[in-house]
């Protein structure tokens, strides 16, 4: 019986914390102006998981983050072109920046 896990303890937990981090940087972004532009610091917890936690943690903070933006109606104007083509575009940009910053991350650090 393989008895080795996936992920261990201090993994899953530096990946909660930095979960919750990432729904705080959403929400509280918006707040934060330049010219007509909101400010996203939501990538940084990201870049930060994919550097001390991997692929899969960074992947799942990309997620959450395209949750937060489902959630919070920062995408309700193309919700009203076409709900699911926004639902699946805004998931899927932000697990692939996670993804795809586990992998930059990976060829970097060698």
């Known amino acids: 019986m393989n008895t080795?896990?996936?992920f261990d303890n201090k993994t899953l937990a530096m990946g909660a914390v930095l979960t919750a981090i990432v729904i705080v940087l959403q929400?509280?972004?918006s707040f934060i102006h330049l010219g007509p532009f909101s400010v996203s610091l939501v990538l940084l917890p990201i870049v930060i998981g994919a550097a001390l936690c991997g692929t899969a943690i960074a992947t799942w903070l990309g997620f959450v983050f395209g949750l937060v933006v489902l959630i919070s109606?920062?995408?309700a104007a193309f919700?009203?072109?076409?709900a699911v083509g926004t639902v699946i575009t805004v998931l899927l940009k932000g697990a692939a920046a996670g993804f795809v910053a586990g992998i930059v991350y990976k060829a970097l650090a060698g």
């Open 73 to 75: 109606g920062d995408a």
């Open 79 to 82: 919700l009203a072109v076409n």
């Open 27 to 29: 929400y509280l972004g």
């Open 4 to 6: 080795k896990q996936k």
